[in-house]
């Protein structure tokens, strides 16, 4: 009688979380699973988006994008701009939460400005950056100027452009990493600070010792947010350079499926590249959250 009671537990147990999955997981379907497929499906066919049909041409899209040199720029300014928005975010962001962790005047009003920026359109803030790299009368123009120093060409080196774009972006998103970091950090166990506070420990020591263990948990999951993230922008580069100069200077892999499909009106070939990008961005998540159970059984 008892077994047949717990079954009976079990068995509504089981389709309540049915009858709350569904609704979600027939979204999920509908809204993210068969767009997924039908993008793979679609890489593998030429068409132009203003056609009502698309010819299957196998893998030659994705031959071209692997063969082509104006792929290899693009590939390069990806990992250049991921890599230098991932370690800039959460280098600035940890500095800024340890500062601002402190019993400091005026510190809710501080915090307060360095998250405002997170919560602005990205498009508005590649317009206003816009003004402050302006190589006329722009704010970077005008200190350097000061300075008896000439500044960089934003706008015609691709170099300095990509680190334009970068830099806009990482002060767009430096609230985030600062947040997550700031709670971790108000959420560590006080009894370890004061053991080290006891054990007379450098600062330097007591941050690597006893702060650092505490932050691994936020530091995972920044990095798998944070580059996922920035591996995606679009509106900072569209709204500074349109992905140039000099043709592919600041695209990366999502400006390019944005300008193979809608500008160059190549659907087919813009479905190549988003599906190498989902194939890229899987393995780099599976491989974070591998690193992050090693890292937890330790």
């Not at 800039?88 to 962790?101: E, K, P, R, T």
């Not at 405002?116 to 190589?135: E, K, S």
């Not at 932050?215 to 990095?223: H, I």
Request: net charge positive; charged share 15%.
């Amino acid at each position: 009688m008892v077994t047949t009671r717990g079954q009976r537990y079990r068995r509504r147990e089981v389709l309540l979380a049915l009858a709350f999955l569904f609704p979600n997981l027939v979204l999920l379907g509908v809204f993210t699973y068969r767009p997924l497929l039908d993008n793979f499906r679609l890489s593998f066919t030429s068409w132009n988006i203003a056609s009502p049909t698309a010819q299957y041409i196998g893998f030659d899209n994705y031959v071209e994008w692997f063969t082509s040199s104006s792929s290899q720029t693009v590939l390069w300014n990806t990992v250049v701009f991921t890599g230098a928005a991932v370690v800039g975010s959460m280098v600035l962001g940890l500095a800024l939460a340890l500062l601002l962790d402190q019993k400091l005047v005026g510190r809710n009003a501080v915090r307060s400005l360095v998250f405002a920026p997170f919560v602005l359109a990205g498009a508005a803030v590649g317009v206003a950056f816009q003004f402050v790299f302006d190589p006329t009368f722009g704010l970077v123009q005008d200190v350097l100027g000061r300075l008896g120093i000439d500044a960089p060409s934003f706008y015609q080196d691709p170099r300095w452009a990509l680190f334009m774009v970068t830099t806009t972006y990482v002060w767009k998103n430096l609230g985030y990493t600062f947040v997550i970091y700031l709670a971790a950090l108000q959420g560590r166990r006080a009894e370890l600070d004061e053991a080290a506070e006891i054990d007379a420990a450098s600062t330097w020591t007591k941050f690597r010792r006893v702060t650092w263990p505490q932050l691994r948990p936020a530091t995972f999951f920044l990095l798998i947010t944070v580059l996922l993230n920035s591996f995606q922008v679009f509106d900072v580069i569209h709204t500074m350079t349109r992905g140039g100069p000099l043709g592919d200077g600041t695209t990366t892999m999502v400006y390019q499926i944005y300008q193979e499909t809608f500008v160059n009106l190549r659907a087919g070939y813009g479905a190549t590249v988003a599906s190498i990008m989902f194939v890229a961005l899987l393995l780099i998540t599976l491989a974070q959250v591998f690193l992050m159970e090693r890292g937890r059984q330790k």
